[in-house]
């Protein structure tokens, strides 16, 4: 669900409290265009969201959505077929794990 490595990474590159900042604009980023995905976007800002989410989930480590965005974006190409309530299911899992994990160890407070 999430690697651990690529946030460890992330930390050592730009530190706890600019780690903290990318995180936070990254859940608002991401929240936005996954609040966006159930309306009726034209095919070509659908794949463009996806591709959106899918580089963005990987950059953050979040694994889980990134693969489920490649997916979508390779099988729809577009098209409305597009399970909006997983991807958000896997997003919310992915955060609550990312943030549970940082609060435990106490790298970063968001």
Known sequence: ????ERIAELQEDVGAESLAEVLDLFFEETEAVLDGLDQHLPPNRLK???HF???SALNLGFSRVGAMCRAA????????KLDTNA???AYAS???????G?????????
């Open 87 to 89: 991807l958000r299911q």
């Open 73 to 80: 974006e390779a099988e729809n190409a577009g098209s409305r």
């Open 102 to 110: 940082l609060n435990a160890t106490r790298q970063v407070s968001i």
């Open 53 to 55: 989410l899918k580089g």
């Open 1 to 4: 669900m999430i690697e651990w």
């Open 94 to 100: 992915s955060k609550e794990s990312l943030l549970s």
């Open 48 to 50: 463009a969201d996806l």
